[in-house]
């Protein structure tokens, strides 16, 4: 059963192996609302076992599962072309972590498919959620991070689900709908050569739900380290309303707060 294979791990569980676990460190970032960086705050969970990739698993939907928190997305106004009005005004997130993982699941209503098969390749549905990639500087610019404050951006695409969907059918080489990327600003995006995330996306009959997943923490100097609690902000774009670039709808940073165990 769900229940005792993601069971809730107690305080202390990560003593061994994080210092944060235990509540003896955290980043600067815990602070970022007091100072008004982050405008919400999500409870990161900590569960057992291996957080399935799945959006449809139903470790999402279990109530010991991690909670589903509504946010909301407003309209781009930093930079040109503005988008003064995003089709997508808000999404559900989940988040949960283990010893070693962190898994974030968004999910999205959207009446329409854009994924490249019978439209524009350009215009596609897509979400990406972005970390600060120094801990130790104030928190980026809402704007893909800025100039001396990088960020570690991880992109999901529909159009790359189609491709990763038909090479999973067609080889064993594991491929992922999503990009891990990096940016000190706008038209700054760049592909790491290394790629450590792994995501999957999975279609209703009116919205979109993806997972993100990835090692809590790893050796690669362009990936965010996930040492305590981290601010994340989150982008979805609608294909069919032809979103692209910097139109989008967008959450300003959101702390996920890591504590010690069960709420």
Request: hydrophobic residues 40%.
């Given at each position: 059963m769900i229940i005792k294979k993601y069971r809730l791990v107690v305080s202390g569980f990560l003593c061994i192996g994080f210092a944060w676990g235990c509540g003896t460190?955290?980043?600067?970032?815990?602070?970022c609302l007091e100072e008004?960086?982050?405008?919400?705050?999500?409870?990161v969970k900590i569960f057992s076992g291996d957080i399935p990739l799945s959006p449809d698993s139903k470790f999402w939907s279990s109530p010991q599962g991690?909670?589903?928190?509504?946010?909301?997305l407003g309209p781009q106004l930093i930079t040109?072309?503005?988008?003064?009005?995003?089709?997508?005004?808000?999404?559900?997130?989940?988040?949960?972590r283990t010893e070693t993982q962190i898994a974030i699941r968004l999910e999205w209503e959207d009446d329409s498919v854009s994924n490249g098969i019978d439209q524009s390749r350009?215009?596609?549905?897509?979400?990406?959620?972005?970390?600060?990639?120094?801990?130790?500087k104030e928190v980026p610019p809402i704007t893909m991070g800025g100039e001396g404050f990088p960020v570690n951006i991880w992109q999901w695409k529909a159009v790359r689900q189609v491709t990763t969907d038909s090479a999973e059918k067609d080889s064993s080489s594991p491929l992922s709908p999503v990009e891990d990327l990096n940016a000190e600003g706008f038209s700054t995006l760049t592909h790491q050569d290394e790629q450590n995330v792994s995501g999957k996306g999975l279609r209703t009959d009116n919205s979109w739900q993806?997972?993100?997943k990835r090692n809590l923490a790893n050796q690669d100097e362009?990936?965010?380290?996930?040492?305590?609690?981290?601010?994340?902000?989150?982008?979805?774009?609608?294909?069919?309303n032809r979103e692209t670039n910097g139109q989008k709808g967008l959450a300003g940073w959101i702390l996920l707060q890591f504590g010690n165990g069960a709420d």
């Open positions: 460190s955290d980043t600067k970032y815990s602070k008004g960086d982050c405008t919400s705050q999500l409870n991690p909670a589903k928190t509504t946010v909301d040109n072309p503005q988008w003064p009005n995003p089709s997508v005004k808000k999404v559900f997130i989940s988040v949960a350009l215009y596609t549905d897509q979400a990406a959620i972005m970390f600060p990639l120094n801990s130790n993806v997972v993100f362009q990936d965010v380290q996930f040492a305590g609690s981290t601010p994340m902000a989150v982008a979805i774009w609608n294909g069919g």
